[in-house]
């Protein structure tokens, strides 16, 4: 693949993770999330200030932006694992910090996992059933994602070690596992706190 492939592949990603569709169905609600809940414009926002069924659109639209580039790079233009590794992180950065919000995003918890269904949808589905045991279990969605893709870095690393997933991918998620402590830090420093909020399952 050449150079400018390359590159166009990162902008791409970069540009998809930007679109910021969590802050677009707060707006169709006529909420404007930067205000309300967490200020972060992520899904988990959406079900804090506005409602579940939001909240999975939203969700739904994250996790697009991240599958998305990751899947025309790895599945369309067959690229390396580390290129494709990379096209993930430009979509999450995009996520992270939006070129069209001023460059504050949300935590890219669901665009991480759409980078994980473009590479290797068991990741997702036991991300899936992870995130959603420990949030039944605790109500905060911040330690559901954070002990979620602790076992799941554990996980892809059995996976590795066997042959049935990509060294790079593997790399993927221990570099997301860093990420995703150091954009909930806040959150971490509220739990220890005892202030961290839970969601309030609004049925809306």
């Not at 809940?37 to 659109?57: C, D, E, L, Q, Y």
């Not at 290129?83 to 991480?112: L, Q, Y």
Request: glycine residues 10%; aromatic residues 12%; positive net charge.
């Amino acid at each position: 693949m050449s150079l400018a492939t390359t590159v166009a592949l990162l902008v791409f990603g970069y540009l998809c993770g930007s679109i910021p569709f969590s802050y677009l169905v707060g707006r169709t609600q006529g909420v404007d999330l930067r205000k309300v809940g967490s200020g972060n414009t992520g899904a988990s926002n959406v079900w804090r200030a506005i409602g579940f069924k939001p909240f999975v659109v939203a969700l739904a639209l994250d996790i697009l932006k991240g599958f998305v580039p990751t899947a025309v790079a790895y599945h369309v233009l067959h690229a390396s694992p580390w290129v494709v590794v990379a096209v993930g992180f430009a979509a999450i950065a995009g996520h992270a910090f939006p070129a069209f919000m001023r460059f504050h995003g949300g935590k890219s918890v669901a665009t991480t996992g759409g980078v994980m269904l473009a590479m290797q949808p068991v990741l997702l589905l036991a991300s899936a059933i992870v995130w959603t045991i420990i949030y039944k279990l605790t109500g905060y969605p911040s330690v559901s994602s954070l002990l979620g893709i602790v076992i799941i870095a554990v996980a892809s690393t059995i996976m590795t070690s066997m042959g049935v997933l990509p060294a790079a991918f593997c790399f993927f998620v221990w570099a997301s596992l860093v990420i995703m402590f150091y954009l909930h830090r806040a959150n971490i420093q509220r739990l220890m706190q005892g202030t961290e909020n839970r969601i309030q399952r609004k049925a809306k």
